[in-house]
Nanobody, 113 residues
Framework: QVQLVESGGGLVQPGGSLRLSCAAS????????MGWYRQTPGKPREFVAT???????VYADSVKDRFTISRDNAKNTVYLQMNSLKPDDTAVYYC???????WGQGTQVTVSS
């Protein structure tokens, strides 16, 4: 059984930073592409970043040069380091291995002064 548990969200001021974590079980993060997605009310879920099994990373244009996706193989955890946060980054962030039906419960990120 695959479980994905996101954490690390919260309230941060514009320009601030947060690091999200996705602790995985039932799936090995080093053997699968892993991604982060986000959603705001009334809008479809959108791609944020992905890291492949061969460490290739891809980012949405809106977060490029501000966000960094990485993983800790020993902890079977995927991270999203978010810097220079903007109010438009406010959303629920989800961990998701592409081309699967597995999603975490999400973690809320709110960027506001």
């Amino acid at each position: 059984q695959v479980q994905l548990v996101e954490s690390g969200g919260g309230l941060v001021q514009p320009g601030g930073s947060l690091r999200l974590s996705c602790a995985a079980s039932g799936i090995t993060v080093t053997r699968n592409a892993m991604g982060w997605y986000r959603q705001t009310p009334g809008k479809p879920r959108e791609f944020v970043a992905t890291i492949t099994s061969s460490d290739v990373t891809v980012y949405a244009d809106s977060v490029k040069d501000r966000f960094t996706i990485s993983r800790d193989n020993a902890k079977n955890t995927v991270y999203l380091q978010m810097n220079s946060l903007k109010p438009d980054d406010t959303a629920v962030y989800y961990c998701h291995p592409p081309r699967t039906d597995y999603w975490g419960q999400g973690t809320q990120v709110t960027v506001s002064s």
